[in-house]
């Protein structure tokens, strides 16, 4: 079993940058990728970015390439989303999750942190 704690979200103004922090409670190196995703009321879940550990080789979602960035840091074990040029459809629930088998399939999902964007 693998708890992901998620930080960072807020409310913000559009234009702002917001960055989210992940630390799982294994070390990144027990998982094939990590992925963050968002949910709107109302909306499906979407994907917003991932990033394969042995390459990692970082993929986005269309609405967010550009201003988001994913990244790692295996010193602290964390795993960010740095946020910019961030719009009122930005707003979300943002979810980290991990994949410890396959890299397009994940298995544990952290509870959330809303991400708030006002116009």
């Known amino acids: 079993q693998v708890q992901l704690a998620e930080s960072g979200g807020g409310l913000v103004q559009a234009g702002d940058s917001l960055r989210l922090s992940c630390v799982p409670s294994v070390s990144t190196d027990n998982t094939v990728a990590m992925g963050w995703f968002r949910q709107a009321p109302g909306k499906e879940r979407e994907f917003v970015a991932a990033i394969r550990i042995s390459t990692d080789i970082a993929s986005y979602g269309d609405s967010v390439k550009g201003r988001f960035t994913i990244s790692i840091d295996n010193a602290k074990n964390t795993v960010s989303l740095q946020m910019g040029s961030l719009k009122p459809e930005d707003t979300a629930e943002y979810f980290c999750?991990?994949?410890?088998?396959?890299?397009?399939?994940?298995?544990?999902w952290g509870q959330g942190t809303q991400v708030i964007v006002s116009s």
């Open positions: 999750a991990a994949a410890v088998r396959k890299v397009d399939q994940y298995d544990y």
